[in-house]
């Protein structure tokens, strides 16, 4: 942790804390949520003061804001203590992992990434709420690691053109078996009856 002296040239009051990538896991978007975290905790007033990096949180406030500088430090030295255990929402791990919403949410469903269980938000300025699924900060270091996105990609190119496959003879099959049935309806020459054969055979043309 690096610390700045309270009091700086202009009156003001800095203090500065690292952002180590055990916690951001190299993510720009961790990193913001990181803060948003932090400002979860802090007063309104007080959270425009706080500006960050991908490696560095920073307070900065005015002499006169004394007493508001003194009670933040704790909480944001608090938070940024605990930052590597804070849950990874989907748009972090999205960014971490560098993969799309369908992969997270296939792999998700599949279980190829399991939910560390579901959080519920309102969103600011309305009344509607969203719940999301999300994620143990390790069980997403082992796999961006271990690289498994890659494996899992592959995985779902070799399913997807099997089910291609599948899907083509599916076609092909259901296609000739309609063929037959047409063909078992079919009037054929030995069994069926011809329109005018009775007239005709009544006429002694055979004969």
């Known amino acids: 942790m690096a ?14 804390w690292s952002l180590p990538s055990t ?34 949180v920073t307070l900065t406030m005015s002499d006169s804001s004394r007493s508001a500088f003194r009670a ?15 849950p990874v929402i989907p748009r972090e791990i999205e960014d971490i992992l560098a993969i799309t919403s369908t992969e997270r949410r296939r792999w998700l469903e599949d279980g190829r990434l399991p939910s560390a269980g579901t959080r ?15 994620f143990e900060p390790q069980i997403v270091v082992e796999v961006l690691n271990s690289g498994s996105v890659d494996e899992w990609r ?14 083509a003879y599916k076609r092909k099959l259901t296609r000739t078996l309609a ?22 055979g009544a006429d002694g043309l055979l004969r």
């Open 72 to 86: 933040a430090v704790p909480i944001i030295t608090e938070v940024l203590a605990n930052a590597a255990t804070l």
């Open 179 to 200: 063929k037959q049935e047409k063909a078992k309806s079919l009037p054929s020459e030995e069994g069926a009856p011809l329109d005018g054969w009775a007239e005709f």
């Open 154 to 167: 592959e995985y779902d190119k070799e399913a997807a053109a099997e089910n291609r496959r599948r899907a």
């Open 23 to 56: 916690a951001t896991m190299g993510s720009a978007v961790r990193a913001k949520g990181i803060v948003q975290e932090i400002n979860a905790h802090l007063p309104a007033p007080v959270r425009k003061a706080v500006q960050y990096d991908i490696s560095a």
């Open 120 to 134: 519920t938000v309102r969103l600011r300025g309305r009344a509607k709420e969203i719940t999301f699924h999300v």
């Open 3 to 16: 610390n700045k002296p309270d009091n700086n040239d202009d009156n003001e009051l800095i203090r500065t």
